[in-house]
Protein backbone atom coordinates (compact mmCIF):
# COMPACT_ATOMS: atom_id res chain seq x y z
CA UNK A 1 0.00 0.00 0.00
CA UNK A 2 2.71 2.31 1.01
CA UNK A 3 4.82 1.72 -2.67
CA UNK A 4 1.56 1.83 -4.47
CA UNK A 5 0.20 5.66 -2.45
CA UNK A 6 4.20 7.19 -2.94
CA UNK A 7 3.93 6.06 -6.91
CA UNK A 8 0.47 7.23 -7.95
CA UNK A 9 1.89 10.26 -6.20
CA UNK A 10 4.73 10.53 -7.80
CA UNK A 11 3.28 9.37 -11.61
CA UNK A 12 0.61 12.28 -11.17
CA UNK A 13 3.66 15.26 -10.23
CA UNK A 14 6.00 13.53 -12.37
CA UNK A 15 7.50 17.18 -14.00
CA UNK A 16 8.14 18.24 -10.45
CA UNK A 17 9.64 15.13 -9.18
CA UNK A 18 11.64 14.34 -12.27
CA UNK A 19 13.44 17.34 -11.73
CA UNK A 20 14.05 17.06 -8.39
CA UNK A 21 15.61 13.39 -9.44
CA UNK A 22 17.96 15.34 -12.13
CA UNK A 23 18.63 17.70 -8.72
CA UNK A 24 20.31 14.49 -7.16
CA UNK A 25 21.75 13.48 -10.09
CA UNK A 26 23.86 16.08 -10.64
CA UNK A 27 24.50 16.03 -6.92
CA UNK A 28 25.43 11.74 -7.95
CA UNK A 29 27.72 13.69 -10.54
CA UNK A 30 29.76 15.76 -8.15
CA UNK A 31 29.85 12.98 -5.58
CA UNK A 32 31.23 10.53 -8.02
CA UNK A 33 33.25 12.43 -10.03
CA UNK A 34 35.01 13.43 -6.60
CA UNK A 35 35.63 9.72 -5.85
CA UNK A 36 36.87 8.89 -9.28
CA UNK A 37 39.33 12.00 -9.14
CA UNK A 38 40.62 10.88 -5.70
CA UNK A 39 41.44 7.53 -7.46
CA UNK A 40 42.46 8.50 -10.24
CA UNK A 41 45.22 11.08 -8.44
CA UNK A 42 46.19 8.58 -5.84
CA UNK A 43 46.74 5.74 -8.51
CA UNK A 44 48.70 7.95 -10.77
CA UNK A 45 50.89 9.15 -7.18
CA UNK A 46 51.57 4.73 -6.03
CA UNK A 47 50.71 3.18 -9.35
CA UNK A 48 54.46 1.50 -9.23
CA UNK A 49 54.51 1.12 -5.49
CA UNK A 50 51.60 -0.21 -5.00
CA UNK A 51 52.14 -3.37 -7.33
CA UNK A 52 55.33 -3.90 -6.25
CA UNK A 53 55.76 -7.85 -5.82
CA UNK A 54 57.39 -6.91 -1.74
CA UNK A 55 56.17 -6.59 1.49
CA UNK A 56 58.82 -3.78 3.02
CA UNK A 57 60.99 -1.10 1.52
CA UNK A 58 64.07 -0.13 3.05
CA UNK A 59 65.10 3.64 3.16
CA UNK A 60 67.73 6.00 4.16
CA UNK A 61 67.30 6.99 7.77
CA UNK A 62 65.59 10.36 8.48
CA UNK A 63 63.91 10.85 5.06
CA UNK A 64 60.67 10.41 6.28
CA UNK A 65 60.59 7.43 3.88
CA UNK A 66 60.78 9.90 0.80
CA UNK A 67 61.97 7.64 -2.23
CA UNK A 68 63.63 10.98 -3.71
CA UNK A 69 65.59 12.17 -0.82
CA UNK A 70 66.71 8.58 0.50
CA UNK A 71 70.50 7.32 -0.58
CA UNK A 72 71.38 4.17 -0.21
CA UNK A 73 74.79 2.64 -0.87
CA UNK A 74 74.61 -0.09 -3.12
CA UNK A 75 76.52 -3.01 -0.23
CA UNK A 76 73.67 -1.88 1.89
CA UNK A 77 71.44 -4.00 -0.69
CA UNK A 78 73.68 -7.04 -0.96
CA UNK A 79 74.08 -7.21 3.03
CA UNK A 80 69.85 -7.18 2.60
CA UNK A 81 69.99 -10.38 0.60
CA UNK A 82 71.82 -12.47 3.00
CA UNK A 83 69.71 -11.51 6.03
CA UNK A 84 67.91 -14.51 7.20
CA UNK A 85 63.94 -14.24 6.62
CA UNK A 86 64.31 -12.48 3.51
CA UNK A 87 63.30 -14.05 0.35
CA UNK A 88 64.73 -11.77 -2.11
CA UNK A 89 65.24 -8.24 -2.40
CA UNK A 90 65.74 -5.81 -5.01
CA UNK A 91 67.50 -2.36 -5.56
CA UNK A 92 65.27 0.25 -6.94
CA UNK A 93 66.90 4.02 -8.24
CA UNK A 94 64.79 6.65 -9.27
CA UNK A 95 65.22 9.54 -11.66
CA UNK A 96 63.37 11.68 -14.33
CA UNK A 97 64.26 11.83 -18.35
CA UNK A 98 61.62 13.24 -21.13
CA UNK A 99 61.34 11.04 -24.14
CA UNK A 100 61.89 12.65 -27.77
CA UNK A 101 58.53 11.99 -30.21
CA UNK A 102 59.16 14.43 -33.03
CA UNK A 103 60.99 17.55 -33.71
CA UNK A 104 58.16 19.61 -33.54
CA UNK A 105 56.41 17.97 -30.29
CA UNK A 106 56.92 18.94 -27.16
CA UNK A 107 59.23 16.04 -25.15
CA UNK A 108 57.01 13.94 -22.22
CA UNK A 109 58.57 13.41 -18.76
CA UNK A 110 58.52 10.12 -17.82
CA UNK A 111 59.97 8.29 -14.35
CA UNK A 112 63.13 6.36 -15.26
CA UNK A 113 63.36 3.54 -13.04
CA UNK A 114 66.71 1.22 -12.49
CA UNK A 115 65.68 -2.25 -10.82
CA UNK A 116 67.78 -5.63 -11.18
CA UNK A 117 65.98 -7.95 -13.65
CA UNK A 118 64.10 -10.63 -11.93
CA UNK A 119 64.42 -9.14 -8.49
CA UNK A 120 61.64 -6.79 -6.84
CA UNK A 121 60.98 -4.04 -7.75
CA UNK A 122 61.59 -4.73 -11.69
CA UNK A 123 57.93 -5.70 -13.36
CA UNK A 124 56.86 -7.98 -15.20
CA UNK A 125 55.76 -7.78 -19.08
CA UNK A 126 52.36 -8.21 -20.34
CA UNK A 127 53.63 -8.24 -23.77
CA UNK A 128 57.22 -9.00 -24.66
CA UNK A 129 59.70 -10.05 -22.93
CA UNK A 130 60.65 -9.24 -18.89
CA UNK A 131 64.03 -6.98 -18.31
CA UNK A 132 67.89 -8.42 -18.71
CA UNK A 133 70.91 -6.95 -17.83
CA UNK A 134 71.69 -7.19 -20.92
CA UNK A 135 72.13 -6.11 -23.77
CA UNK A 136 72.51 -3.00 -22.07
CA UNK A 137 70.30 -0.44 -24.55
CA UNK A 138 66.78 -1.98 -23.70
CA UNK A 139 64.14 -1.11 -21.71
CA UNK A 140 61.05 -2.12 -20.34
CA UNK A 141 57.77 0.63 -21.08
CA UNK A 142 54.51 0.59 -19.32
CA UNK A 143 51.44 0.78 -20.85
CA UNK A 144 50.73 4.42 -20.03
CA UNK A 145 54.59 5.07 -22.14
CA UNK A 146 53.49 2.86 -24.45
CA UNK A 147 49.93 4.46 -24.87
CA UNK A 148 50.98 8.19 -24.82
CA UNK A 149 54.19 7.47 -27.70
CA UNK A 150 52.48 4.63 -29.49
CA UNK A 151 55.05 2.12 -29.02
CA UNK A 152 55.18 -1.51 -29.66
CA UNK A 153 57.99 -4.43 -28.83
CA UNK A 154 60.94 -4.04 -30.96
CA UNK A 155 60.38 0.17 -31.70
CA UNK A 156 63.56 2.24 -30.72
CA UNK A 157 62.64 4.91 -28.34
CA UNK A 158 64.98 8.09 -27.68
CA UNK A 159 65.50 9.77 -24.19
CA UNK A 160 66.54 13.14 -23.52
CA UNK A 161 68.84 13.03 -20.25
CA UNK A 162 70.58 16.35 -18.81
CA UNK A 163 74.53 15.57 -18.51
CA UNK A 164 76.12 18.06 -16.79
CA UNK A 165 75.50 21.43 -18.60
CA UNK A 166 74.13 19.48 -21.83
CA UNK A 167 70.88 17.27 -23.64
CA UNK A 168 71.88 14.26 -24.54
CA UNK A 169 69.88 11.89 -26.30
CA UNK A 170 70.52 8.09 -25.51
CA UNK A 171 68.38 5.45 -27.80
CA UNK A 172 66.83 2.16 -26.16
CA UNK A 173 64.62 -0.80 -27.45
CA UNK A 174 61.29 -2.23 -26.28
CA UNK A 175 61.93 -5.16 -25.12
CA UNK A 176 58.51 -5.18 -23.30
CA UNK A 177 55.70 -3.40 -22.00
CA UNK A 178 54.23 -3.95 -18.37
CA UNK A 179 51.01 -2.97 -17.08
CA UNK A 180 50.26 0.90 -15.80
CA UNK A 181 52.82 1.72 -13.55
CA UNK A 182 52.81 5.07 -13.65
CA UNK A 183 55.30 6.79 -10.13
CA UNK A 184 54.79 10.13 -9.34
CA UNK A 185 52.35 11.40 -12.09
CA UNK A 186 54.13 10.51 -14.68
CA UNK A 187 54.61 6.84 -17.28
CA UNK A 188 57.47 4.84 -16.21
CA UNK A 189 60.46 3.34 -18.34
CA UNK A 190 62.71 0.48 -16.50
CA UNK A 191 65.93 -0.17 -17.01
CA UNK A 192 68.68 -1.81 -15.41
CA UNK A 193 70.95 -0.47 -12.29
CA UNK A 194 73.52 -0.23 -14.62
CA UNK A 195 71.88 1.53 -17.66
CA UNK A 196 70.35 3.76 -15.32
CA UNK A 197 73.38 5.07 -13.99
CA UNK A 198 74.60 5.58 -17.55
CA UNK A 199 72.17 7.60 -18.69
CA UNK A 200 70.18 9.41 -15.33
CA UNK A 201 70.52 13.48 -15.19
CA UNK A 202 73.69 14.30 -13.15
CA UNK A 203 76.05 17.26 -12.53
CA UNK A 204 79.18 15.55 -13.71
CA UNK A 205 78.93 13.57 -17.16
CA UNK A 206 81.90 11.47 -16.13
CA UNK A 207 80.10 10.18 -12.79
CA UNK A 208 79.79 6.48 -13.32
CA UNK A 209 79.66 3.19 -11.37
CA UNK A 210 79.19 -0.13 -11.82
CA UNK A 211 77.82 -0.01 -7.79
CA UNK A 212 75.72 2.96 -7.88
CA UNK A 213 73.79 5.06 -5.19
CA UNK A 214 70.16 3.02 -4.81
CA UNK A 215 66.91 4.97 -3.24
CA UNK A 216 65.32 2.57 -1.59
CA UNK A 217 65.68 -1.93 -1.46
CA UNK A 218 62.35 -3.82 -1.95
CA UNK A 219 62.65 -6.74 0.22
CA UNK A 220 60.38 -9.86 0.24
CA UNK A 221 59.41 -12.09 3.25
CA UNK A 222 59.77 -15.44 3.31
CA UNK A 223 56.87 -17.30 3.90
CA UNK A 224 57.78 -18.47 7.29
CA UNK A 225 59.37 -14.77 8.48
CA UNK A 226 57.00 -12.70 10.22
CA UNK A 227 57.09 -8.79 8.73
CA UNK A 228 57.48 -7.40 12.26
CA UNK A 229 60.55 -9.51 13.22
CA UNK A 230 61.86 -8.79 9.96
CA UNK A 231 61.57 -5.34 10.15
CA UNK A 232 63.60 -5.32 13.24
CA UNK A 233 66.38 -7.60 11.55
CA UNK A 234 66.55 -5.55 9.12
CA UNK A 235 67.47 -2.38 10.91
CA UNK A 236 69.46 -4.41 13.69
CA UNK A 237 72.10 -5.64 11.19
CA UNK A 238 72.04 -2.76 8.33
CA UNK A 239 73.29 1.00 9.96
CA UNK A 240 71.05 3.67 9.02
CA UNK A 241 68.47 2.56 7.50
CA UNK A 242 64.32 2.86 8.37
CA UNK A 243 61.82 0.23 7.08
CA UNK A 244 58.10 0.15 6.35
CA UNK A 245 55.42 -1.25 4.50
CA UNK A 246 54.12 -0.62 0.94
CA UNK A 247 51.15 1.50 2.14
CA UNK A 248 53.28 3.59 4.51
CA UNK A 249 55.93 4.56 1.46
CA UNK A 250 53.34 5.73 -0.77
CA UNK A 251 51.03 7.55 1.97
CA UNK A 252 54.46 9.71 3.12
CA UNK A 253 54.86 10.96 -0.45
CA UNK A 254 54.31 14.68 -0.55
CA UNK A 255 50.93 15.87 -0.85
CA UNK A 256 49.74 12.45 -0.92
CA UNK A 257 47.93 13.01 2.03
CA UNK A 258 47.08 16.58 1.63
CA UNK A 259 45.33 16.08 -1.56
CA UNK A 260 43.58 13.21 -0.26
CA UNK A 261 41.86 14.67 2.62
CA UNK A 262 41.31 17.47 0.63
CA UNK A 263 39.58 16.05 -1.81
CA UNK A 264 37.16 13.83 0.67
CA UNK A 265 36.82 16.83 2.37
CA UNK A 266 35.09 18.00 -0.87
CA UNK A 267 33.25 15.23 -0.87
CA UNK A 268 32.11 14.88 2.63
CA UNK A 269 30.30 17.99 2.05
CA UNK A 270 28.78 17.51 -1.22
CA UNK A 271 27.22 14.50 0.98
CA UNK A 272 25.59 17.00 4.06
CA UNK A 273 24.89 19.50 1.09
CA UNK A 274 22.73 16.56 -0.56
CA UNK A 275 21.64 15.54 2.96
CA UNK A 276 20.20 19.17 3.70
CA UNK A 277 18.44 19.59 -0.03
CA UNK A 278 16.55 16.22 -0.37
CA UNK A 279 15.22 16.93 3.70
CA UNK A 280 14.39 20.22 2.65
CA UNK A 281 12.44 19.09 -0.82
CA UNK A 282 10.06 17.36 1.45
CA UNK A 283 9.93 18.87 4.57
CA UNK A 284 8.05 21.67 1.80
CA UNK A 285 6.44 18.54 -0.21
CA UNK A 286 5.26 17.25 3.59
CA UNK A 287 3.58 21.28 4.39
CA UNK A 288 1.86 20.65 0.62
CA UNK A 289 0.10 17.51 1.67
CA UNK A 290 -1.11 18.56 5.37
CA UNK A 291 -4.39 18.13 4.08
CA UNK A 292 -3.91 14.78 2.24
CA UNK A 293 -2.37 13.66 5.47
CA UNK A 294 -4.66 14.23 7.68
CA UNK A 295 -7.47 12.58 5.71
CA UNK A 296 -5.80 9.32 6.04
CA UNK A 297 -5.18 9.71 9.36
CA UNK A 298 -8.96 10.65 9.86
CA UNK A 299 -9.95 6.97 8.10
CA UNK A 300 -7.42 5.34 10.10
CA UNK A 301 -4.19 4.91 8.39
CA UNK A 302 -1.57 4.55 11.10
CA UNK A 303 2.02 6.47 11.36
CA UNK A 304 3.81 3.84 9.87
CA UNK A 305 1.55 3.86 6.81
CA UNK A 306 2.21 7.45 6.54
CA UNK A 307 6.07 6.72 7.25
CA UNK A 308 6.71 3.93 4.82
CA UNK A 309 4.80 5.88 2.48
CA UNK A 310 7.44 9.20 2.77
CA UNK A 311 10.20 6.73 2.90
CA UNK A 312 9.15 5.18 -0.55
CA UNK A 313 8.63 8.54 -2.53
CA UNK A 314 12.10 8.89 -0.97
CA UNK A 315 14.16 6.07 -2.15
CA UNK A 316 12.12 5.77 -5.22
CA UNK A 317 13.05 9.50 -6.35
CA UNK A 318 16.25 8.63 -4.68
CA UNK A 319 16.92 6.01 -6.88
CA UNK A 320 16.29 7.95 -9.86
CA UNK A 321 18.26 9.97 -9.28
CA UNK A 322 21.48 8.44 -8.63
CA UNK A 323 20.89 6.04 -11.74
CA UNK A 324 20.74 9.20 -13.90
CA UNK A 325 23.78 10.20 -12.38
CA UNK A 326 26.11 7.46 -12.43
CA UNK A 327 25.18 7.19 -16.10
CA UNK A 328 25.93 10.73 -16.83
CA UNK A 329 29.54 10.47 -14.52
CA UNK A 330 30.57 7.60 -16.88
CA UNK A 331 29.57 8.83 -19.79
CA UNK A 332 31.51 11.98 -19.00
CA UNK A 333 34.67 9.78 -17.82
CA UNK A 334 34.54 8.60 -21.57
CA UNK A 335 35.01 11.81 -23.24
CA UNK A 336 37.80 13.30 -20.84
CA UNK A 337 41.25 13.27 -22.57
CA UNK A 338 43.42 10.84 -21.09
CA UNK A 339 45.70 13.54 -19.02
CA UNK A 340 43.09 13.71 -16.79
CA UNK A 341 43.25 11.17 -13.74
CA UNK A 342 39.97 9.77 -13.26
CA UNK A 343 39.44 5.84 -12.30
CA UNK A 344 36.74 4.18 -10.82
CA UNK A 345 36.89 1.18 -9.22
CA UNK A 346 34.21 -0.95 -8.35
CA UNK A 347 34.62 -1.25 -4.48
CA UNK A 348 34.66 3.16 -4.29
CA UNK A 349 31.77 3.49 -7.18
CA UNK A 350 29.32 1.04 -4.94
CA UNK A 351 30.18 2.42 -1.36
CA UNK A 352 29.81 6.16 -3.03
CA UNK A 353 26.37 5.22 -4.42
CA UNK A 354 24.82 3.02 -1.42
CA UNK A 355 25.39 6.49 0.44
CA UNK A 356 23.84 8.35 -1.76
CA UNK A 357 20.79 6.36 -1.39
CA UNK A 358 21.18 6.25 2.28
CA UNK A 359 21.18 10.11 2.19
CA UNK A 360 18.07 10.35 0.93
CA UNK A 361 16.26 8.85 3.62
CA UNK A 362 18.34 10.39 6.17
CA UNK A 363 17.74 13.79 4.62
CA UNK A 364 13.86 12.92 4.98
CA UNK A 365 13.67 11.89 8.20
CA UNK A 366 12.44 15.82 9.78
CA UNK A 367 9.84 15.65 6.93
CA UNK A 368 8.58 11.79 8.44
CA UNK A 369 8.52 13.58 11.71
CA UNK A 370 6.49 16.32 10.88
CA UNK A 371 4.04 14.26 9.32
CA UNK A 372 3.92 11.89 12.41
CA UNK A 373 2.57 15.42 14.33
CA UNK A 374 -0.21 15.96 11.59
CA UNK A 375 -3.47 15.78 13.78
CA UNK A 376 -5.96 14.96 11.42
CA UNK A 377 -8.72 17.51 12.53
CA UNK A 378 -5.65 19.92 12.67
CA UNK A 379 -4.95 19.54 9.17
CA UNK A 380 -8.78 19.22 7.79
CA UNK A 381 -9.54 22.76 8.20
CA UNK A 382 -6.24 23.98 6.76
Do not use: C
Not at 58 to 82: G, P
Not at 209 to 233: F, G, R
Not at 331 to 349: D, G, H, Q, W
Amino acid sequence: MAIYLSFKEIWRNRTKYFLFSLVIALISVLVLFTAGLGEGLATNNKEYLEKLDAQLLIFQTDVSFSTIESRLDYKKYKRARRISGIADAGPIAFSNVKVVIAKDEEPIDVSFIGVEPDRPGAPKAITGSDLRSYPSKIALIDQSTADLIDAKIGDKITIKSTQGTEDKLYDLTVTGIAGGQRYFFRPSIFVSLTTWDKYRPKSDPDSYSTQPVLNVIAVKADNTTSIPYLENAITNIIDDVEVTDITTAYESAPGYSEQQGTLNTIKGFTFLIGTLVIGGFFQIQILQKLPQIGMLKAIGAPNRLVSATAISQIILVSLFGVIIGTLATFALAVTLPSNVPVYFTASSVVVTIVTLLLIGPVGGLLSIRMAHKVEPLTALDM
